[in-house]
């Protein structure tokens, strides 16, 4: 088949090496993969006979890949019942994610909210393994309750390299902050970074709304704040519109986009 | 959406949605035509007896009218 009239919507077949149980209903599948993927991109994964979801890559390794999913309705229900040996349907990967060269050699502050951290997770790997590429890396990451924390041996593992705030909405434990993430802002010095910098903010797009005026607080400037959005994309290829908000399709321009565009995307 | 959220709960706020996907925003985005080709499908598809023809020339008309007060300030 030539490229022109290959069939998009094809997905592939892919074995699960492995489920790891963050909680109670998020779950991480590891996933064999031979796609090649960009930090921030995000996949459709299907199962036959049920449905199709956009899950973002939540890890990309040598052939591997992870997705970080909530079981919430009928596809991830149903992804809910498989375990390593069985196959997921991917295809992809979609979107355009987050701009790696861009943000090297620069102080990064990462804001997220919830599940919003599984979206830049790899990227926050990245940077981990390459410390050197970037000046230094703030991350505020909060979580509704205990209960809720994802990817725990990671937030200790980037308590090393990172600078970082976590913290629970409305609860206290042990060794985390309480209150939401916006209250944590004003933490960080941005004069110290000598106008090289530039704050990602993921997560619920309530979360993202006050993160966003919060930092225009600072008065950062719109080009140096990035967000991903989330929406229910159903075809990834700019067919459908069912993730459009007015005429910006999030599957084909985002999900990642600048503040100076997301601020005028409201639903 | 994660969680179950829906992000537009009215049947209204899907109806202007949807219209401005058919007319105005696909255009707008891939510069090539109207999403609607004028078929008249969902006309006799909808169970609700809701002309597609109808709600836009309201819309149309609105829009005139809008427009019109404006010059007229």
């Known amino acids: 088949m030539t490229q022109q009239n290959k069939n998009h919507m094809i997905p592939t077949a892919c074995k699960i090496i492995s489920v790891v149980k963050e909680t109670d209903i998020e779950w991480t599948f590891r996933v064999e993969s031979p796609f090649k993927a ?57 979107g355009n994610g987050w701009p790696v060269e861009e943000l090297k050699d620069k102080h990064l502050v990462f804001i997220t909210g919830g599940t919003g951290l599984a979206p830049v997770r790899s990227l926050l790997n990245e940077f981990y393994n390459n410390i050197s590429s970037v000046k230094s890396v703030t991350l505020i990451s909060g979580f509704k309750n205990k209960e809720s924390i994802l990817f725990k041996d990671e937030l200790k593992k980037w308590q090393d390299k990172f600078k970082t705030f976590y913290t629970l909405d409305n609860e206290s434990i042990e060794g985390w902050n309480s209150g939401l993430v916006t209250n944590f802002v004003k933490e960080i010095d941005f004069n110290s970074f000598e106008d090289n910098y530039a704050a990602i903010v993921v997560g619920p797009p309530i979360m993202m709304k006050f993160a966003g005026l919060e930092l225009k607080k600072y008065n950062i400037p719109d ?20 993730c459009r908000i007015d005429e910006t399709y999030i599957c084909l321009d985002g999900p990642v986009f600048p503040y100076t565009v997301a601020k005028n995307l409201v639903d | 959406m994660a969680g179950q959220k829906e992000i537009r709960n009215k049947a209204s706020e899907r109806m202007r949605y949807k219209l401005l996907h058919k007319f105005h925003d696909y255009k707008e985005r891939f510069k090539t035509r109207h999403m609607c080709v004028g078929c008249g499908r969902c006309i006799h598809r909808c169970p609700e007896a809701i002309s597609i023809v109808s709600t836009l020339e309201k819309m149309n008309n609105a829009i005139v009218k809008i427009t019109n007060s404006n010059t007229q300030e």
């Open chain 1, 223 to 242: 080009e140096k704040i990035w967000m991903s959005f989330e929406r229910k994309m159903s075809c990834a290829i700019g067919k459908c519109g069912h």
């Open chain 1, 38 to 94: 960009n930090h921030g991109q995000f996949m459709q994964l299907s199962v036959p006979k049920i449905g199709e979801a956009p899950i973002s890559i939540s890890e990309i390794g040598d052939g591997y890949m992870d997705f970080t999913l909530r079981a919430v309705g009928k596809v991830t229900n149903e992804i809910f019942e498989k375990q390593a040996g069985d196959f997921l349907f991917l295809r992809g990967p979609y």
